[in-house]
């Protein structure tokens, strides 16, 4: 089976320092990780995954996220943020070695940059 | 890139009616589409997965005769709520994977959303 946890239900950071948004998964197989983004009454915006390759992701809007094998973790990072990055996070994993399984969405982490 | 939309993009209707939603990918073909349910401020829950040509896989809790789910083409899934009521009203989000094998396969890329209000 498959989980996603998002420790962290509201992260608060002023405008121009850095920001990081937690995610720790389960999963049996090989782990696709994935990040995406929602605004307010919008669908899902992709902003980057890990398949397989460096574990530093470079996605979109200047974010990147570091997978760690060994502790689970596919956190989201970002050097210095913006207001305009306020919204709801979702991180997201499937079994790579099950094409036919659906992802699986953590709770969601809402980010609030403060100007 | 690879776009799916909905439609409408809001609806509100009174309780009773039933109301259609649909999912399209605008570029690329789509064997499996999926419904999506998000209540405020909470994650998306999968309500079933769609095969092209096929019944509808629906998750366990969710009424098959209520979202009466039909995915007639490689690009087109649609989302029928059946008499629908008060606690219906949700945001529903679709889904999209292109065909096994092909470029962006390990990807799902998501509609925009349809908020329904059910009066």
């Known amino acids: 089976a498959q989980s996603v946890a998002q420790p962290e239900d509201q992260v608060n950071v002023a405008e121009g320092n850095p920001l990081t948004v937690k995610c720790t998964y389960s999963?049996?197989?090989?782990?696709?990780l994935f990040w995406y983004v929602q605004y307010p009454n919008r669908g899902l915006q992709f902003l980057l995954k890990?398949?397989?390759?460096?574990?530093l992701v470079k996605g979109s809007y200047g974010f990147e996220a570091e997978f760690n094998k060994s502790q689970t973790s596919f956190h989201l990072k970002k050097p210095s943020a913006l207001v305009s990055d306020s919204a709801l996070y979702f991180c997201?994993?499937?079994?790579?070695?099950?094409?036919?399984?659906?992802?699986?969405f953590g709770p969601g982490t809402r980010l609030s940059v403060l100007p | 890139g690879a776009v799916v939309s909905q439609h409408p993009s809001w609806v509100i209707c009174k309780s009773g009616t039933s109301v259609k939603i649909e999912c399209r990918s605008l570029d690329f073909q789509a064997t499996t589409m999926f419904w999506y349910r998000q209540f405020p401020k909470q994650s998306l829950m999968l309500m079933a997965t769609?095969?092209?040509?096929?019944?509808?896989?629906?998750e366990q809790g969710v009424e098959k005769d209520k979202f009466l789910i039909n995915h007639a083409s490689l690009t087109l899934s649609t989302l029928t709520v059946t008499s629908a009521h008060p606690e219906d009203s949700s945001f529903y989000i679709c889904?999209?994977?292109?065909?096994?094998?092909?470029?962006?396969?390990?990807?799902?890329?998501f509609g925009p959303g349809t908020r329904l209000t059910v009066l």
């Open positions: 890990y398949i397989t390759g460096d574990n």
């Open positions: 889904s999209a994977r292109r065909l096994a094998g092909g470029p962006g396969r390990n990807e799902q890329f």
């Open positions: 997201a994993v499937r079994d790579g070695n099950n094409y036919g399984q659906n992802f699986v």
């Open positions: 999963v049996s197989g090989n782990p696709y």
């Open positions: 769609s095969n092209e040509g096929s019944k509808a896989t629906y």
